[in-house]
C-alpha cells in the first residue's frame, strides 16, 4: 500500500499493489452535501467523486435497490446495503454487485458527518475485474433446492466422526459472486510459531477452528476466478456443540464447497475485580483456595432479575449464565437477600464472575456511549453464558473460552473452561479473568454484530487489544506487556512486540490469526500510550483507555460484512476516519488524534516507501509532508507530560532575530519567533505558521481563550524534507503580567493542523 496526496481530488489516497485506490481521506476540502438523507449523499458524493475509486456514474444507476435474488444478465453495479449511525456520523455501504449479485466482501464506504452531510472519507474494497459467467436455469434451481442431507454429503460431514450429520439444519441462503482463493477454502490455524502455548506444560488449550474434511475440488476451479456460489447459513453439530453456527459457499454448477467458516473462535457476590497477577501481582492459577480466595472483591451484580419463588438466579436484561453444554455445572441459585460467595476454586464462583464479567462488558459498552441494541442489532439479550463449556475436550478440561456467533450478526453464546488443569477437582474458572472476556466479547462478540464474522480480514480479532487497553491503568503486573499474565505460561501473546524482529506490518509474522493479532495490539498499545497510558497519574491514564477503548468501538462499529477489512492498512483508515467524529457522550471533538492513529500504524511498520525490501522490519515512512513544532519529540507522539516547554518557540523583545527566549514585556510590542522542520519525504509548498496568545489565569480552552497576535500568521518557505526554518517576527502585545502564553500552529495544503478552519473538524479555529 503506497499514500499520495491528489490534488484534483483534494485529498490522501491510499493505492493497493496493482495501483488501485482502496482509500480517500480528504485531508483538504471536505465534500459538503445538502441531500436529505445519508444515502443521497453518499450517492452524490460517489457520483462526483468516484472516478478516484474507479466507480463509473452508470453503475450507480441502481443505487437504491437491493440485490438481485437470483442471477440476471448484468454488468457491475453498486448498490444499497446498510447505513450505519454512530454518534455525529453515519457510514453508507454500496455492495458491488454482478450479475446482480453481491459480491462476497466487496463494497464502498462512505464515512460522513451528520447535519449537514460532509464526507471526510471513502473506503474501498470492491474487484477492479469481475468475470463471473452466468450459471444454467437447471444449477440455479437445483442449488436453491440444496437439502440438508445432500449438503452435509458435499461438505464431508457424512463422514466425519466429530459431526452429527443429521444434525445438520439450513437457516437461510442467497446467490452471491465469489472469486475462489484455495488458501481460503478453510480456516487457517490462528497460531504463529511464535507466542504458541507450551506444550511442555501438557496444558495446552485448542484453538484451531473447527474443521470439515472438505472433498477435493475438480481442476476446473482456477486461483482468482469468480463464480456463482450460494451462501448457505447453517447449524450442525460438532465435537458435541450441538447448535454450532456455519457459513458455505457453494458453486452453483457443481455444488461443490468453495468456502466454509464456523461462527465460533475462540444481588452481591465475590469476583475478581481483575486476575490476580493484574490485581496484585499475583497469585497464579494454580495457588491453592485460600491463597487465591484473599484476592477476591465484593461487588454489586447489577441488572441482575427479582427473584422467582424467592430464589435468585444468574440472569438479568444482558445476561443469563446457564448450563448449555458438557460439563454439564449447574450455575448456582440463592434465596433472596443471601449473597454469591463462594471459593475461588469452585464452579460456582466460576459462574458468578461469568456474568459479573460479561454484564460488565456491555455495561461498558453503554457508558462509553453506544446504544446497546443498535451496536448489537444481531444479539438476543440477554446474552447466554455458560461457565462451564466445553471447546477442544469433550469433558472441559481445557484451559479456553470461546464466542460462539449466531450465523446472523449477532453472539450466540459465550463458554468458559478452566485456567489450570493442576487441580481439576477444585476447578479455576478461566470466566474469573476480565481480560480473557474482554478478549471474547470484546474481540469475537463485536465483529459478529458488524461483520459477522469472528475476525478480521487480516487479524484474528482486537480482543487483546481490549484486554491490555482497560486493564493497563491500575496494573500491579510485574511485566506490563503481558496481555494474559495471569495464564501467560499458556497464552503467552504480547503487546510490545519488536519490528525489527518481524512483528511488523508486512513482516515475517504478519500472517493473519493470533501473531498478527499481536501485532495490532502493540500499534492500539501505542496509541493509548501516546495519549496518556504512559502518564504518572491514574486519572490520565484512565481517560486514555476509555479513550482507545471507544475508538476501537467506534471503528469496528462502522465495517460491514462487506468492509472487513482485509489488511491493516483499510483498518487504519477506518479508525482514522472514525477519530474525526465527535465522542457525543463525552463531549469530546474528534479529529484531535488523526495523525497519532496513523503515526501508530507506521512505528509498526505500515505505510513503507515503494521498493521498500519485504518481509518488512522496519518502520514505516511519514506522510509526505509532515510540518511539526518541536516540542521535544521531533515530531512523533510519543507520551509527553510537559509538551508546553519547548525551546523552539521564543520570544524577543526586539525584532533582532537572535535566538533565545527573553521575557515578554507587558503592554509593549513583542516579537516571537519559531523553529518549522518537515518530517515528511517530500518538499512543503505552501505552508503557513498561526499565532495567538492567551492570559496566564485563562483556562487554555480552545478557541475562546486564545487571542491572535497583532501578525497573525506568516508564510513558510518551501521547506525540504528533514529541513528546519525559522519564522518570523510575529508582532504581539501581552497585557497581563506573568505567565502569558504564546501557540503556534503550522499548516499546509497536504498537511493540515487539525485547528484549520479548511478541515471541517471541530477543533477548528
Known amino acids: 500500500m503506497t499514500q499520495e496526496f491528489d490534488a484534483s481530488a483534494k485529498a490522501m489516497l491510499t493505492r493497493d499493489a496493482d495501483g488501485i485506490v482502496r482509500d480517500v481521506l480528504h485531508v483538504e476540502e471536505p465534500f459538503h452535501s445538502s441531500a436529505g438523507t445519508a444515502l443521497l449523499a453518499a450517492h452524490e458524493y460517489l457520483v462526483k467523486n468516484g472516478a478516484v475509486l474507479g466507480i463509473a456514474p452508470a453503475e450507480l444507476a441502481n443505487f437504491s435497490l437491493e440485490p438481485e435474488k437470483t442471477p440476471r444478465p448484468l454488468g457491475v453495479e453498486y448498490r444499497f446495503s446498510q447505513e450505519k449511525p454512530q454518534f455525529d456520523m453515519s457510514t453508507v455501504v454500496f455492495e458491488q454487485t454482478f450479475l446482480g449479485l453481491p459480491v462476497w466482501q466487496a463494497a464502498v464506504s462512505v464515512h460522513m458527518q451528520s447535519k449537514p452531510f460532509v464526507v471526510v472519507s471513502a473506503q474501498s474494497s470492491r474487484h477492479a475485474q469481475v468475470d463471473a459467467q452466468m450459471p444454467s436455469d437447471k444449477a440455479v434451481q437445483r442449488s436453491a433446492k440444496l437439502d440438508p442431507k445432500a449438503l452435509a454429503k458435499q461438505l464431508g460431514a457424512d463422514a466425519d466422526t466429530n459431526c452429527d450429520a443429521s444434525s445438520l439444519s439450513v437457516l437461510r441462503q442467497r446467490f452471491m459472486v465469489y472469486r475462489y482463493e484455495a488458501a481460503q477454502r478453510a480456516a487457517p490455524d490462528d497460531h504463529s510459531t511464535a507466542g504458541t502455548p507450551h506444550a511442555t506444560t501438557g496444558q495446552v488449550p485448542a484453538t484451531l477452528h473447527p474443521v470439515l474434511p472438505l472433498p477435493p475440488l475438480g481442476e476446473q476451479f482456477r486461483e482468482g476466478e469468480h463464480r456463482v456460489v450460494i451462501e448457505v447459513t ?239 491503568p491500575q496494573t500491579q503486573a510485574p511485566d506490563r506487556f503481558q496481555t494474559f499474565p495471569w495464564v501467560y505460561s499458556i497464552i503467552d501473546r504480547r503487546h510490545d512486540r519488536d519490528v525489527t524482529a518481524g512483528w511488523a506490518w508486512g513482516g515475517t509474522f504478519d500472517f493473519g490469526g493470533y501473531s498478527s493479532e499481536q501485532i495490532l495490539c502493540t500499534t492500539h498499545f501505542r496509541l493509548y500510550r501516546s495519549v496518556g497510558g504512559d502518564s504518572p497519574e491514574l486519572a490520565t491514564r484512565t481517560y486514555a483507555s476509555r479513550y482507545t477503548a471507544y475508538l476501537m468501538l467506534r471503528t469496528i462499529g462502522s465495517l460491514t460484512q462487506a468492509t472487513n477489512p482485509a489488511n491493516a492498512t483499510a483498518y487504519a483508515s477506518a479508525m482514522t476516519a472514525a477519530e474525526r467524529g465527535n465522542w457525543v457522550s463525552e463531549d469530546m471533538v474528534g479529529g484531535v488524534y488523526g495523525k497519532v492513529v496513523r503515526w501508530a500504524f507506521e512505528k509498526q511498520g505500515l505505510y513503507q516507501p515503494p521498493g521498500a525490501p519485504t518481509p518488512v522490519k522496519t518502520e514505516g515512512a511519514p506522510p509526505a509532508v509532515d510540518l511539526y513544532i518541536d516540542d521535544g519529540r521531533h515530531g512523533e507522539y510519543g507520551y509527553q507530560e510537559k509538551f508546553w516547554e519547548t525551546t523552539d518557540l521564543w520570544n524577543r523583545t526586539e525584532p533582532d532575530g537572535l535566538k533565545g527566549h527573553q521575557t515578554p514585556l507587558v503592554c509593549r510590542t513583542n516579537h516571537a519567533y519559531v523553529r518549522v522542520k518537515n518530517r515528511g519525504t517530500e518538499v512543503a509548498k505552501g505552508a503557513r505558521v498561526q499565532a495567538w496568545h492567551c492570559r496566564p489565569s485563562a483556562g487554555l480552552v480552545w478557541p475562546d481563550d486564545f487571542e491572535p497576535m497583532s501578525t497573525a500568521s506568516l508564510a513558510v518557505p518551501d521547506l525540504a524534507p528533514g529541513a528546519v526554518v525559522v519564522v518570523g517576527p510575529f508582532e504581539w502585545t501581552p497585557v497581563h503580567a506573568g505567565h502569558e502564553c504564546m501557540f503556534m500552529s503550522v499548516t499546509a495544503r497536504t498537511d493540515r493542523a487539525n485547528n484549520d478552519p479548511q478541515t471541517g473538524l471541530a477543533s477548528a479555529a
Open 234 to 472: 447453517f447449524t450442525l453439530a460438532w465435537n458435541g456443540i450441538k447448535d454450532l453456527p456455519w457459513v458455505a459457499l457453494v458453486d452453483v454448477e457443481t455444488l461443490a464447497v468453495l468456502y466454509l467458516r464456523a461462527f465460533i473462535d475462540g444481588v452481591n457476590g465475590l469476583v475478581f475485580m481483575a486476575d490476580p497477577i493484574t490485581a496484585n501481582g499475583g497469585p497464579l492459577p494454580g495457588a491453592t483456595t485460600a491463597e487465591l480466595n484473599a484476592l477476591r472483591t465484593t461487588v454489586s451484580l447489577d441488572d441482575i432479575n427479582p427473584p422467582v419463588a424467592g430464589t435468585v438466579s444468574l440472569t438479568g436484561s444482558q445476561v443469563t449464565v446457564i448450563n448449555v453444554e458438557v460439563p454439564n455445572t449447574a450455575p448456582p441459585t440463592r434465596p433472596a437477600g443471601s449473597p454469591f460467595d463462594y471459593a475461588a476454586r469452585t464452579d460456582n464462583f466460576a459462574a458468578v464472575n461469568a456474568y459479573y464479567h460479561c454484564n460488565r462488558f456491555f455495561d461498558l459498552v453503554q457508558d462509553l456511549g453506544f446504544h446497546l441494541p443498535t451496536y448489537f442489532t444481531g444479539t438476543l439479550f440477554p446474552s447466554v453464558v455458560d461457565h462451564r463449556g466445553h471447546y477442544g475436550s469433550a469433558n472441559g478440561i481445557e484451559i479456553n473460552a470461546y464466542c460462539m456467533g449466531n450465523g446472523s450478526y449477532g453472539i450466540g453464546r459465550t463458554a468458559f473452561m478452566l485456567a489450570d488443569l493442576g487441580d481439576t477437582v477444585n476447578p479455576m474458572g478461566l470466566s474469573c479473568d476480565w481480560r480473557v472476556v474482554l478478549h471474547e466479547l470484546g474481540g469475537h462478540g463485536i465483529l459478529y454484530n458488524h461483520v459477522n464474522s469472528p475476525s478480521f480480514g487480516f487479524a484474528h480479532s482486537a480482543g487483546d487489544s481490549f484486554a491490555a487497553v482497560l486493564n493497563d
